[in-house]
């Protein structure tokens, strides 16, 4: 008998094993359900998104992007667990990738086994659809 797995299914691995890298790196966050803490943080990746292009697009100032960063990754690390700021999470102004990540040095560092983009930095949120 041939078992035939899903687009769904796939992606949804994809989500757990994402999840579980984000435990590994985050013990302490407040959501522990794999798949609930990846789609907070999606969420929360596209407020980043939104964020980086109103700046980009001339729609607010340095200060209104300076004070959404700070709400932003107030609500992110609070989510993970990461109030005292040891893993150094960050908002990418930068509306061409992903939002929110993990400093690529501290990713090296501690070898961190976590999706990444093309300049080593730690993804926090991607897109696991395909």
């Known amino acids: 008998m041939t078992t035939t797995i899903t687009k769904r299914e796939r992606m949804y691995e994809r989500i757990r094993k994402h999840g579980e890298d984000l435990l590994r790196i985050f013990p302490n966050a407040t959501e522990q359900d794999l798949v609930l803490l990846c789609k907070r943080l999606r969420g929360l990746e596209i407020q980043g998104e939104r964020i980086a292009t109103a700046l980009c697009n001339g729609d607010i100032q340095d200060e209104d992007y300076e004070t959404s960063e700070e709400v932003l990754l107030e609500k992110v690390n609070l989510l993970l667990g990461n109030l005292s700021g040891a893993v150094p999470v960050f908002l990418n102004g930068d509306p061409r990738g992903y939002a929110l990540k993990i400093r ?3 990713v090296c560092k501690h070898n961190l086994e976590i999706h ?14 395909e």
Do not use: K, V
């Open 116 to 129: 990444r983009d093309w300049g080593g930095y730690g993804i926090l949120a991607p897109d696991l659809s």
């Open 104 to 106: 690529d040095e501290y």
